[in-house]
């Protein structure tokens, strides 16, 4: 066993110990405190000799609590003392992250999710965002009207590209989620979720609205938190609807 003149620290399960193993070796790291009462169970650890000193890797999950804790790694040379810091992760997932719709400008389109903690806090559900719905065919659009552009100066033609960009632009979407709980939802939880979006009347009067033509929008909220929405646009008399 090995004398130790400083401590052996884990960031993130990994880490290196001042002294060499004598060849590759599989550990296990002895877990204590808050941390063994999150995980369970003891966790597996990797040694490899490197230059003098020994890798050390280990996999903690993403529950695992966050702060300070101490541990023993246990070797075929012997035991030693570890600090394992865990690092806070605020993490949340909506299920489904995408989403179809089907609408026409103005509409309010219903929505159900599950929000997942992923993390390793408690983190307060995000009420919604906003995102700008773009034609999916608006780039080649774009590239189109410069293209067909009679123009010669490189400029205008530029300008014909800007406005073929400006047409494939609906508007602004706004997105609501209301979570079924009140207050954070804890680390490792999840909980119902209900939403909507609402379908924003064109800001261009030249934007072509005709049935069957597709959107797309990333709604980016808070904790990581994100919702892809696909809009394809209904007949004037259809309700809008999700799938």
């Known amino acids: 066993m090995a004398d130790l003149k400083e401590g052996i620290q884990l960031r993130k399960g990994q880490g290196i110990a001042p002294f060499q193993v004598a060849r590759p070796q599989s550990g296990v790291l002895k877990l204590s405190g808050a ?88 983190l307060e559900v995000p009420t919604g965002g906003v995102a700008g719905l773009f034609a999916s065919d608006g780039l080649a659009g774009a590239f189109a009207a410069a293209y067909g552009s009679e123009a010669e100066a490189p400029l ?42 609402v379908l924003p009347d064109p800001l261009n009067a030249d934007t072509q609205l005709g049935e069957g033509r597709a959107f797309h929008a990333v709604v980016v909220m808070k904790q990581n938190l994100r919702l892809t929405v696909r809009l394809t646009l209904s007949h004037p008399n259809h309700k809008g609807d999700s799938r």
Do not use: W
């Open 35 to 122: 941390l063994k009462k999150e995980l369970g169970a003891d966790v597996k650890a990797r040694l490899l000799p490197r230059k003098g000193q020994t890798r050390i890797a280990t996999r903690l999950g993403t529950t695992a609590p966050p702060g300070t804790h101490k541990a023993t790694l246990v070797t075929e040379e012997g035991e030693y003392p570890v600090v394992v810091d865990v690092p806070p992760r605020e993490k949340l997932r909506l299920s489904p992250s995408s989403v179809h719709v089907t609408g026409r400008p103005g509409d309010r389109v219903a929505l159900d999710f599950v929000v997942k903690n992923t993390g390793n806090v408690a």
């Open 156 to 197: 205008d033609i530029f300008g014909d590209f800007i406005l073929g960009l400006r047409r494939s632009y609906l508007g602004l979407m706004r997105f609501r989620l209301t979570p079924e709980i009140k207050g954070p939802l804890g680390a490792g939880q999840h909980c119902q979720a209900s939403g909507d979006v």
